[in-house]
């Protein structure tokens, strides 16, 4: 973790002489201490828009997250719904968010309801997708041994399935994370009234270089917080995992 904090503080160092050194313009690229500047005396607007979209992003995760894991627990209970579905979802992918964006806003109005869909719709396939997976790994052996010894279907799943398809469930978690903060921010500069996406539009066809670039620092920290806490939260949910389990999946953070 040392380094790549070194290396970031050089690379910001390297950028401030540069801008010095070469005179460039700051409506072209601003100075890192003027990007400082900007989100320090205008503290309450970036407060303002970034609450209108964490909320949405938090929303948005958490409800793709319900979808995704009913989803994946009924095609893995029947699996000629799976046989069915899966096709369907993966192939929901082809469409490109950028072209369906529009359309919801269009159909929802410039509230929080088309971001909200479009986050649900972009955080839902990597959790559905890795918790399918992490099901169909579920050791033969054990679930034979439980049919012996008489264990109900819901049984099976509880002591199971759930236990084995966790470390994929928290895979599919931490790329939707990644992608949800990202998603609420295109689904705003589509056309929202309040929120990140749309200080950055605000910024960027005013020329407010520095503004525009605190902004992008904004939505970086945003996803490195929600990716922190997917982490945080796998930790301690699959810290009664067998030790190879939780260590294979510490080596993937």
């Known amino acids: 973790m040392v380094w790549p904090v070194l290396t970031l503080v050089c690379l910001t160092l390297l950028w401030e002489a540069a801008v010095i050194l070469f005179a460039i313009d700051p409506w072209m690229l601003p100075r890192p201490t003027a990007v400082v500047t900007i989100l320090w005396e205008k503290r309450l607007l970036f407060w303002m828009h970034t609450r209108q979209t964490l909320f949405e992003t938090l929303a948005g995760l958490t409800l793709a997250t319900v979808a995704a894991s009913l989803t994946a627990t009924i095609m893995l209970w029947v699996p ?42 972009t955080c839902y396939f990597p959790i559905v997708v890795s918790l399918s997976d ?45 992608y949800a903060v990202l998603a609420a921010v295109v689904a705003e500069w589509l056309g929202a009234r309040a929120g990140l996406g749309v200080l950055l539009t605000r910024s960027a066809k005013s020329f407010q270089t520095a503004q ?42």
């Not at 369907?88 to 909200?116: D, E, H, N, R, Y």
């Not at 033969?140 to 819901?154: D, F, I, P, W």
């Not at 997917?230 to 699959?238: D, E, G, T």
């Open 80 to 121: 000629a719904l799976k046989k069915a579905l899966y096709p369907l979802i993966t192939l929901s992918q082809t469409i490109p968010m950028i072209a369906l964006a529009p359309l919801l806003t269009v159909w929802l109005g410039f509230g929080w309801l088309p971001k909200l869909v479009v986050i649900v719709l």
């Open 134 to 178: 992490g099901f169909a790994q579920t050791d033969r052996q054990k679930t034979n041994l439980l049919l012996t010894l008489g264990a109900s279907r819901r049984q099976r799943f509880r002591w199971l399935d759930w236990p084995a398809a966790l470390p994929y469930f928290f895979t599919g978690l931490r790329m939707a994370a990644t």
């Open 212 to 253: 525009l670039f605190a902004t992008v620092v904004i939505i970086s920290l945003l996803s490195l917080a929600l990716l922190g806490l997917v982490n945080l939260i796998a930790a301690r949910a699959l810290r009664w995992q067998q030790p190879v389990v939780r260590s294979t999946y510490q080596e993937s953070l």
